[in-house]
Nanobody, 124 residues
Framework: QVQLAESGGGLVQAGGSLRLSCAAS????????MGWFRQAPGKDREFVAT????????YYSDSVKGRFTFARDNAANTVYLQMNSLKPEDTAVYYC?????????????????WGKGTQVTVSS
């Protein structure tokens, strides 16, 4: 059974940084697409970043491009999201997800397994 567990969320002031982690069991992440999404209260789940396979191109939403960085640690079977220059509008629950390399993209339905999420709150 594939399980994903996010960690690293918290409360930070605007302009600050956080690093989110997503550790996996039951699947070797390097062979699968990995994505980060977020969901603010009352809003749909929103694409943040995706990487189809280890060493492949990484795509970011326009709202986080230049501030967030996706990374993989294959030895640890973990992916990360480094978030810098945080803004209050980045406040959301952040989720990691894994899916088939050729199917997964920017839509949540394209991913097979999800973590439970970690809360990120950015104060102004």
């Amino acid at each position: 059974q594939v399980q994903l567990a996010e960690s690293g969320g918290g409360l930070v002031q605007a302009g600050g940084s956080l690093r989110l982690s997503c550790a996996a069991s039951g699947r070797t992440l390097s062979s699968y697409a990995m994505g980060w999404f977020r969901q603010a209260p009352g809003k749909d789940r929103e694409f943040v970043a995706t990487n189809k396979w280890s060493g492949g191109s990484i795509y970011y939403s326009d709202s986080v491009k230049g501030r967030f960085t996706f990374a993989r640690d294959n030895a640890a079977n973990t992916v990360y999201l480094q978030m810098n220059s945080l803004k209050p509008e980045d406040t959301a629950v952040y989720y990691c997800a894994t899916g088939n390399t050729y199917r997964a993209g920017v839509r949540p339905r394209e991913y097979d397994y999800w973590g439970k999420g970690t809360q990120v709150t950015v104060s102004s």
